[in-house]
């Protein structure tokens, strides 16, 4: 299985809603990522875990909750969000940060829409 | 990312024609990733450099980062519809698997 998947594919919610994003792969990655892309933008960093443990947060408002409870699973937890933080999410893993070659493969992403 | 300029931003070609993307960065590079991304779905990846002066090809596609590990360029040959998308270099430099991405070229191909 070399497929990162992300689940669901479009969600749409409002400002007053908990919902959370659900990212799985079984390629033994021991490093995973979420991305927030806006349209027309790169993929801009949010998280990183590095064996399961969160080793880079890139500063990113706690309305946005990540949770890794396994080295297969990531989620991240959505509540009180507002309409500029719709957007694109991507989950990413790979074998192993910072260990030289680090290639990282991407979900398809969650299409997320904040009325 | 101000750290990694990529140009063109936008590239339309007739099929057929070869075409170049570049991708500079403002420091050296520990790794240099290439991915592709159709509108609104995932990243793709297509190739990764580390080594100064490497050069990698795959089908059509050859991607090359120069001696001093501060620019790469993507080059297509005799282009194809199915090449069309967005082309995004990544960077890596060397902060716990970050990888940094460029602004994009949006590749269209003309049939």
């Known amino acids: 299985d070399t497929e990162v998947t992300q689940t669901p594919k479009h969600l749409v919610m409002g400002m007053t809603n908990k919902k959370s994003l659900k990212c799985e792969q079984h390629?033994?990655?021991?490093?995973m990522y979420w991305y927030k892309q806006k349209a027309k933008k790169p993929p801009e960093l949010m998280f990183v875990?590095?064996?399961?443990?969160?080793?880079i947060n890139e500063s990113v408002p706690s309305r946005f909750s990540p949770e890794c409870p396994n080295s297969s699973l990531l989620n991240l937890h959505l509540h009180a969000l507002q309409p500029e933080d719709s957007a694109l999410y991507l989950c990413?893993?790979?074998?192993?940060?910072?260990?030289?070659?680090?290639?990282?493969?991407f979900g398809a992403g969650s299409r997320l829409t904040v009325l | 990312s101000q750290e990694l300029e990529q140009s063109p931003q936008s590239l339309i070609v007739q099929e057929g024609k070869n075409l170049t993307i570049n991708c500079t960065s403002s420091?050296?590079?520990?790794?240099l990733y290439w991915y592709k991304q159709k509108y609104g779905e995932g990243l793709i990846f297509l190739m990764m450099l580390q080594k100064g002066g490497e050069e990698k090809s795959h089908e059509k596609i050859t991607a090359k980062l120069d001696e001093k590990k501060q620019q790469s360029s993507l080059h297509i040959t005799a282009s194809q519809p199915s090449h069309a998308g967005i082309y995004l270099c990544?960077?890596?430099?060397?902060?716990?698997?970050?990888?940094?991405f460029g602004q994009g070229t949006e590749l269209s191909v003309k049939p």
């Open positions: 390629m033994g990655h021991r490093a």
């Open positions: 990544g960077a890596d430099y060397n902060q716990g698997g970050k990888l940094i």
């Open positions: 990413a893993s790979s074998q192993e940060p910072g260990a030289g070659a680090n290639v990282l493969t």
């Open positions: 420091k050296t590079l520990y790794g």
């Open positions: 875990y590095s064996y399961e443990k969160l080793s």
